[in-house]
């Protein structure tokens, strides 16, 4: 499977290792150069410096080919712009971003956009660690 991930922050560089270890085929695609050292030093897969939401970029990168697309840049704007030009555009048959704002994400799974906020989630699992702990 060919994954294109937008932004390598520390859940990019982390996906992309992880997706690389399961023998992926992975692309990240990030604005700060600088950014790519978070990756793993077994890193097989492509770094590129550009940005997810302009559609040269996300050609170079090579979006037309790509099963996946994950966009995990710390903005909300950018992350659902993304997600929007490799789903409508490039028809991506599997995209995903994350979203901060959880009331964003109602709007854009209404949208059609596979949204994950991490408030939510982590929000979720602390809740159920604190009732665990009663029992």
């Not at 077994?42 to 590129?48: E, R």
């Not at 550009?50 to 950018?78: C, H, P, W, Y």
């Not at 490039?90 to 995209?95: A, E, G, Q, S």
């Amino acid at each position: 499977m060919k994954v294109l991930i937008m932004g390598c922050g520390r859940v990019g560089a982390q996906l992309a290792s992880l997706l690389d270890g399961e023998g992926f085929q992975v692309t990240v695609l990030d604005i700060d150069s600088g950014s790519f050292r978070r990756l793993s030093p077994t890193f097989a897969g492509t770094a590129l410096l550009g940005d997810g939401t302009d559609e040269d970029s996300l050609r170079k990168a090579g979006i037309e080919e790509m099963d996946a697309f994950v966009a995990v840049t710390q903005g909300d704007n950018r992350n659902v712009m993304a997600a929007q030009i490799a789903k409508h555009i490039f028809n991506v048959p599997r995209v995903l971003c994350r979203i901060y704002d959880p009331l964003r994400q109602e709007l854009y799974e209404k949208l059609e956009l596979e949204a994950i906020s991490p408030t939510r989630v982590f929000a979720s699992l602390l809740r159920d660690r604190l009732i665990e702990g009663k029992r």
